[in-house]
């Protein structure tokens, strides 16, 4: 009990120690990424092996990122916040690093391949489509991006990242041969957490007019 | 003056000691492998490919071997296999197929012969002269590999059963051991995994009962103790671990036909024209090389396989 106290008022400079160590925790997939290259530990086809490393580690982290704002709510640990920017800009980093892969070692820089992917695979297309759609956010992620775009414009355009998880699902769904076990994982936690922003958009839109006739909330 | 002898001696026999060596690696990566699985509390048992290979003696080299490929280093063709039934990990079959039994064994050979019987595996074994056949293999995924597989020609043991006329289609039946195949118990494919081919390619001389690869008795995660190798369709046309070879009629009814109709046919000729709806079959990944190679027209065999399907369309008969 008195752990949850604790948790529920940490202080500035308790926040920004466990920041420190989340930012060192996240580089952990990376660097065992580096780690085993050099030890010869990426199996038979290395390029497989960390391309589907990284993009099960932006899916992580998109969602992990989701997940501050419904913990947050139920709760009450207000300075989860502080920790979202770091994490969505992981998933950026890991996209950066999956996309770096795909352009550089599986596609060697054929450009002409690389586009007629795109506009072919659907898998492709929706994994491309997602890594686009990032790098605005990342780009206006910065304090002084929010107070030029305005809070409230600055939140309706990262709720892009709802359509960004949902795209990088079906990515991952659309590529397995048939053990969709994995995808199915993602894609339930994220309709979780979709689903409780649904959830609480509707309440308070119910509590926000409740002269309102019951039916309209259906 | 010097008189060069041309050799008998089988690739496999030339290099028993780089493949010594790399067996030895081969322990070194499985105890680590082995240390790592027992951290995650799943159990864990020695890969059995590194115990119970049974060296082969007397094989003879095969004119239909392909020359002038480096062969993929034995502890790539044994740990990174598709073999669903000890999992979807590319790396599954090698650590969960340390259990397989796979003596006794015997594979039923019936449907429309004159003489259907059930072959021990000895039997197998001693049935035609062991060759060493070195092939590509492509998979449908986007890699390859270049094994020395030791087999000899179905056409032998086709010959042995004196099918009748009503044989238009060999259907290969594989193990479904939900004791003995983890993979099993989970409804990923319907079980037991089956294959196909009709009559003529079955016949067709590059088509091999494969018993052993590298000059040894199979390893388990490459379907010991006995499967097919088609080295001209992808890699999922050649079953493992067959325990029933019937001559039917009728197209047989194939697993990943079953899974997915749309993107797996009963051809499944390697064909980099027609690509798999999801990705393009027009490269692959030779497993070992950094960079990608373009993918050739029937794996390579367009010589020796194309007219088997003159006058088919191959984008409706993939």
């Not at chain 2, 864990?44 to 392909?66: D, E, G, I, Y």
């Not at chain 2, 790539?76 to 397989?100: A, H, Q, R």
């Not at chain 2, 890699?143 to 056409?155: A, D, E, L, N, T």
């Not at chain 2, 369709?233 to 067959?242: A, C, L």
């Amino acid at each position: 009990m008195r752990a949850l106290n604790t948790l529920q008022k940490l202080r500035p400079e308790q926040v920004s120690r466990l920041k420190a160590a989340l930012f060192i925790a996240c580089l952990i997939p990376v660097l065992r990424l580096g780690w085993l290259a050099l030890h010869h530990g990426l199996g038979a086809n290395p390029i497989e092996y960390i391309t589907r490393s990284t993009g099960w580690w932006i899916l992580t982290f998109l969602l992990v990122t989701l997940l501050v704002t419904p913990l947050r709510r139920l709760t009450g640990w207000n300075w989860l916040l502080r920790l979202r920017r770091m994490l969505g800009l992981y998933a950026f980093f890991y996209a950066c690093l999956h996309f770096s892969i795909y352009i550089w070692l599986d596609q060697f820089f054929d450009w002409q391949g690389i586009v007629k992917d795109i506009g072919k695979r659907p898998f492709i297309t929706v994994g491309f489509a997602a890594f686009v759609c990032l790098i605005p956010l990342a780009a206006t992620s910065t304090n002084a991006m929010v107070r030029r775009l305005g809070g409230r414009r600055w939140q309706i355009l990262h709720r892009l990242v709802y359509a960004i998880a949902t795209l990088g699902v079906l990515h991952f769904w659309w590529l397995v041969k048939k053990d969709i076990r994995e995808p199915l994982v993602f894609g339930a936690l994220l309709a979780i957490l979709l689903g409780a922003r649904a959830l609480w958009s509707v309440r308070k839109v119910t509590a926000g007019s409740s002269t309102a006739p019951r039916s309209q909330t259906i | 003056m010097l008189i060069k002898r041309v050799s008998d001696i089988v690739p496999s026999e030339i290099t028993p000691e780089r493949v010594y060596r790399e067996r030895r690696q081969f322990v070194a990566g499985a105890l680590a492998l082995g240390a790592a699985a027992g951290a995650g509390a799943l159990g864990f048992s020695m890969p059995r490919s590194v115990s119970a290979a049974a060296k082969l003696t007397n094989l003879l080299k095969s004119p239909l071997s392909t020359t002038g490929e480096d062969l993929t280093a034995l502890k790539d063709v044994t740990t990174y296999n598709n073999y669903y039934e000890f999992g979807t990990g590319k790396e599954d079959p090698s650590e969960n197929s340390g259990k397989l039994r796979v003596r006794p064994w015997t594979v039923a050979i019936e449907g429309e012969v004159k003489k259907p019987k059930t072959l021990d595996i000895d039997e197998l074994f001693k049935l035609a002269p062991l060759e060493e056949r070195v092939y590509r293999m492509r998979c449908v995924e986007g890699w390859s590999m270049v094994i020395p597989w030791v087999g000899y020609s179905f056409s032998e043991l086709i010959k042995r059963a004196e099918p009748t006329g009503k044989a238009k289609y060999v259907e290969f039946v594989t193990l479904s051991d939900s004791e003995q195949m983890p993979g099993v118990r989970m409804p990923i494919l319907d079980w037991p995994y089956l294959e196909g081919l009709r009559m003529d390619e079955a016949m067709h001389p590059l088509t091999i009962v494969c018993l052993g690869l590298y000059g040894e008795a199979l390893a388990n995660p490459n379907g010991a103790p006995v499967r097919v190798v088609i080295p001209w369709k992808y890699g999922f046309k050649s079953g493992k671990t067959i325990v029933k070879i019937r001559f039917v009629e009728q197209q047989p009814k194939t697993t990943w036909m079953l899974a997915n109709p749309h993107e797996y046919g009963f051809y499944s000729n390697v064909n980099p024209e027609v690509d798999h709806p999801r990705w393009s079959q027009g490269r692959e990944r030779r497993i070992g090389e950094f960079g990608k190679r373009r993918t050739l027209m029937f794996n390579g065999y367009g010589d020796q396989v194309a007219q088997l399907y003159t006058g088919m369309d191959l984008r409706k008969f993939f």
